[in-house]
């Protein structure tokens, strides 16, 4: 695999970054779930698996928004800085 430029690998290696850590954090939960209900294990784990599925879809907006807020704080925090020295 050839990669072009700066974008790309720093793309792959956000890539695989999240990737590694998702499956840090996915499989321990749901093993555990499995280890300590002994009943219902099926619901147990069902409940789990969907209990990720929401929360990515729940956080990717909340997770845009802040990025914008933080885009914005910055813009305004620059400007009055900029402002500021040119008075100067």
Not at 26 to 48: E, H, W
Not at 74 to 83: E, K, L, P
């Amino acid at each position: 695999m050839y990669i072009k430029s700066t974008e790309e690998m720093l793309h792959s290696s956000r890539v695989f970054t999240t990737g590694v850590g998702f499956g840090l954090m996915y499989l321990p939960s749901i093993v555990m779930v499995g280890y300590y209900f002994d009943k219902r294990r099926a619901l147990a784990t069902g409940i789990a698996v969907c209990g990720s599925g929401i929360g990515s879809f729940v956080f990717a907006p909340l997770t845009e928004v802040s990025q914008v807020k933080r885009y914005l704080l910055s813009v305004v925090v620059t400007t009055i800085v900029v402002r500021k020295h040119k008075k100067k």
